[in-house]
């Protein structure tokens, strides 16, 4: 992973952390911070088992095109806050809306993998790109729970 990439990931895991501090404080639901932070744990596991993460590295000799990761990260964050206010029952809050945000990265992972090393994207690509970020960041929340249904 390139560097820029490899920061942004650990800002926002260390965001996602600070958010379910903030929850514990505030709901004190005890369950629901262990449950959270043994994902965020796995999810650090995970990571460093797989691709060595934190450290930073430029994976098959390419450099990622940062314009286009920039746009699918932008297509993710909609996907999110669309999932947020299309699923909304109650009134706006911005902890529930911000939480699933720094997640964000973890959602793109998949696709910033499909275009490192490329040296440039056709128009039709990057809209193909864009729009399958928008739909990981929508479906984001189903993913999950489908996942740990099964488990």
């Known amino acids: 992973m390139s560097p820029i990439i490899t920061y942004l990931l650990t800002v926002f895991l260390v965001l996602f952390g600070l958010f379910i501090v ?9 369950k629901m911070f262990i449950i959270q932070t043994a994902i965020l744990l796995g999810v ?40 947020y206010f299309y699923y909304m029952k109650r009134k706006f809050v911005w902890r529930t809306f911000l939480k699933p945000i720094v997640i964000s990265p973890i959602v793109l992972l998949p696709l910033i ?35 740990r249904s099964k488990l």
Do not use: D, Y
């Open 44 to 83: 650090i596991v995970f990571l460093n088992l797989t691709i060595g993460f934190p450290t930073t590295r430029v994976a098959f000799g390419g450099v990622a095109p940062m314009v286009a990761i920039g746009i699918m990260f932008l297509c993710t964050l909609l996907g999110i806050a669309g999932h």
């Open 22 to 30: 903030i929850e514990l404080v505030l709901s004190h639901a005890v």
């Open 113 to 147: 993998g499909s275009v490192q090393g490329t040296s440039g994207l056709e128009p039709i690509q990057m809209i193909s790109f864009g729009v399958l970020a928008f739909q990981n960041g929508f479906f984001w929340k189903e993913v999950f729970e489908h996942a």
